[in-house]
């Protein structure tokens, strides 16, 4: 894995260790599962939060977890 890939895989778990009260292995754990399944994750999150009256102006190949 590349650097970049890796910072992002630790200020996730982080994020989710502070947020969710899990130990460091776990955090860890669910940070390289929301990597790994990103492209799903930030699909199914955008259509979920989604209202049936306005529909989400972004388009599905654009969404991202994080901004590059």
């Known amino acids: 894995m590349n650097t970049k890939k890796l910072s992002l895989l630790m200020y996730l778990s982080w994020e989710v260790q502070r947020k969710k009260r899990f130990n460091r292995s776990r955090s860890l754990q ?5 990597l790994l399944t990103e492209d799903i994750t930030v ?3 955008v ?11 972004v ?9 590059s």
Do not use: G, P, V
């Open 30 to 34: 669910s940070a390289w599962a929301i």
């Open 43 to 45: 699909f199914h999150l």
């Open 47 to 57: 259509k979920k939060h989604s209202h049936e009256r306005y529909q989400n102006k």
């Open 59 to 67: 388009q599905s190949e654009d969404l991202t977890l994080f901004q």
